[in-house]
């Protein structure tokens, strides 16, 4: 752990308590160890299952200091537990990233996905407003909906225009698809949150940022299904694609895999929000979009580009034929919807923390397979060489 450590401002940085809301997931995890190998700041840990923050609940074993100390796991669901208040006043900052985000789950389970991103956060922003602490809430950056340049023809000029397509927190519409489209119930519920929590602090002071994500991706992100979560579940799009490379089947590509999006790795955003909880004079306040608009690629360059990583990265030659395409309808089922491009405008991350993302597509691809094939392979080989009952 760096001692003598400042902030862009040049001011001591003092070590804070932190109640983390979801440690146990994706982000929460990363962020936790970075938290625990690299500030002397302490974490509340809330969330309902720890194993991704296991490695750092134990003590090591090796003679190395334990993070225990530091490091606080609280088994909680948040809906109506009567503990998540004191959690929050133990604590100088609160960070919420509990929520209900793979697009599988929007049309099939819209009423969940409308309670887990909206009905159950407001209690987290009710407690930090009347106890007078800071807030950190974690958005989405289906937020914005569709783009303005999807409504124009086809052969328009304005389409190659950035003004059209690039994503802005205070500038861009949002544009969602007519109610029947159950799919956009996430960005609904995640959009008013954020009015609410911006609200709180115009009308009663709250100290908050709002973080927008641009698919951060890396180890740990998901499940693979049948190995550490359900066999009919569908996760997002890199342990999709993942899991059909383990099985050495081919990649589905939903409506011809056309949707563009961007894609950044999880240790260069959980700096971005590092930044953020230790220069709160500049991150309050502010809507973050946390993103890499350099690593943009079609849904379906992305299934090339992970075939290819993963034959490097596991020595296997890919199978005959590696994508299929398949209907919305047939993958998603009804009331499915999206978002033609998600690029980020990085304008008001870089004037107020001066952060920009490095890792490329390739680098991170390159990282998040080689863990995937290091984690799941072996699994993978066994389940599919189990015989099936009769």
Known sequence: MASGRVDLDGNPIKPITICMIGAGGFIGSHLCEKLMNETPHNVLAVDVYNDKIKHLLEPSGSGELSLAGRIQFHRLNIKNDPRLEGLI????????????????????????????????????VKYCSENSKRLIHFSTCEVYGKTIGCFLPNDSPLRQDPAYYVLKEDASPCIFGPIEKQRWSYACAKQLIERLIYAEGAENGLEFTIVRPFNWIGPRMDFIPGIDGPSEGVPRVLACFSNNLLRREPLKLVDGGQSQRTFIYIKDA?????????????????????????????????????????????????????????SSKEFYGEGYDDSDKRIPDMTIINRQLGWNPKTSLWDLLESTLTYQHRTYAEAIKKAISKPVAS
């Not at 953020?276 to 306040?285: C, L, Q, S, V, Y």
């Not at 299934?303 to 490097?312: C, D, H, L, N, P």
């Open 89 to 124: 006043k133990m604590a100088d900052l609160t960070i919420n990233l509990a929520a209900i985000c793979t697009p599988a789950d929007y049309n099939t389970r819209p009423l969940d996905t409308i309670y887990s991103n909206f009905i159950d956060a407001l209690p987290v």
């Open 270 to 326: 959980i700096e971005a929000v590092l930044l953020m909880i230790e220069n709160p004079a500049r991150a309050n306040g502010q809507i973050f979009n946390v993103g890499n608009p350099n690593n943009e690629v079609t849904v379906r360059q992305l299934a090339e580009m992970m075939t290819q990583v993963y034959s490097k990265v596991s020595g296997e030659s890919s199978i005959e034929t590696p994508t299929i395409d398949v």
